[in-house]
């Protein structure tokens, strides 16, 4: 996988992606990334790359012709028009399938704004995906496409070793992680879960994946939906789901919980 960057601040995309996993499938050959600053590709005296948008308004506008410029240095080099992802709050929100899919590019492109937009024109020229990364608004394009670019590289066979792998099969599932416990066996007062120590395999799993289930149904339940959960689970779904109403009055149910969450009862 071959990552483009079109940005003004080249060295915030480079020190971030050449860190840690990143930087290790950087350095193994399975990833690059070049930063194209934009800036590079303003031929006037002053390399200025902004002007003040037509009809008014606050702020100034990245201009067409820079960002067109240091596209087409990119898509001459490689031969062919690559995917281009324009990043911002007004795309489309980005999730774990839109990573796979998008993992199985040789080269992406992704095109940072600042100021307050891009000229339309060279938008509707170049760009083929337009992505956010949720609904809030950040100064720039940089930290979206890290966050892509960081997700993405995880789908690339070979990025993660194979104990880093088992992380990904999780939310395949749609479900959220189960709790996990390191030494000492004992902190704060606090207890490892007495299964965790019985190295009893099958009981294991069945734990870790009860907690999965009951988790995503307490915090995320808008995951379930493309869970793939036995009748059994749907049931105890059901079950907690009653309990959780019964005791929706948030004061009645610290004090159930004595301030603490609730785990799955065994059956
Ligand atoms: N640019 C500014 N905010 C953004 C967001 N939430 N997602 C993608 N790009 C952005």
């Given at each position: 996988m071959n990552f483009h960057v079109l940005t003004l601040f080249p060295e915030m995309i480079l020190q971030g992606m050449n860190t840690s996993i990143t930087g290790r499938a950087i350095a193994k050959g399975l990833l690059s990334i070049e930063a194209v600053n934009i800036?590079?590709?303003?031929?006037n005296k002053h390399q200025k790359v902004d002007d003040y948008p037509y009809g008014g308004g606050a702020g100034m506008l990245m201009q067409a012709e820079p960002v067109y410029l240091a596209y087409r240095s990119i898509a001459e080099r490689i031969g062919r028009k690559p995917r281009v992802v324009f990043l911002t709050p007004a795309g489309q929100v980005f999730h774990q399938d839109m990573a796979k899919e998008l993992a199985k590019e040789e080269d992406l492109v992704f095109l940072c704004g600042h100021y307050e937009g891009i000229d339309e024109r060279v938008l509707e020229e170049i760009v083929t995906d337009q992505v956010s990364i949720g609904d809030y608004v950040l100064t720039g394009g940089e930290l979206p496409a890290m966050v892509m670019m960081d997700s993405i590289s995880r789908m690339v066979p070979g990025v993660l070793n194979n104990q880093e792998s088992g992380e990904t099969e999780s939310f395949a599932g749609s479900l959220l992680e189960y709790p996990q416990y390191s030494r000492p066996e004992e902190w704060h007062g606090k207890k490892v879960p007495e299964v965790l120590l019985s190295g009893h395999h099958a009981n294991i799993e069945k734990w870790r994946r009860e907690q999965s289930v009951f988790r995503t149904a307490k915090w995320?339940?808008?995951l379930l939906k493309k869970a793939d959960l036995t009748n059994k689970e749907w049931n105890a779904v059901r079950k907690w789901r009653k309990e959780w109403k019964e005791t929706s009055d948030p004061a009645e149910q610290l004090k159930q919980e004595g301030g603490t969450r609730k785990e799955p009862q065994e059956e």
């Open positions: 800036r590079d590709f303003a031929f995320r339940p808008d």
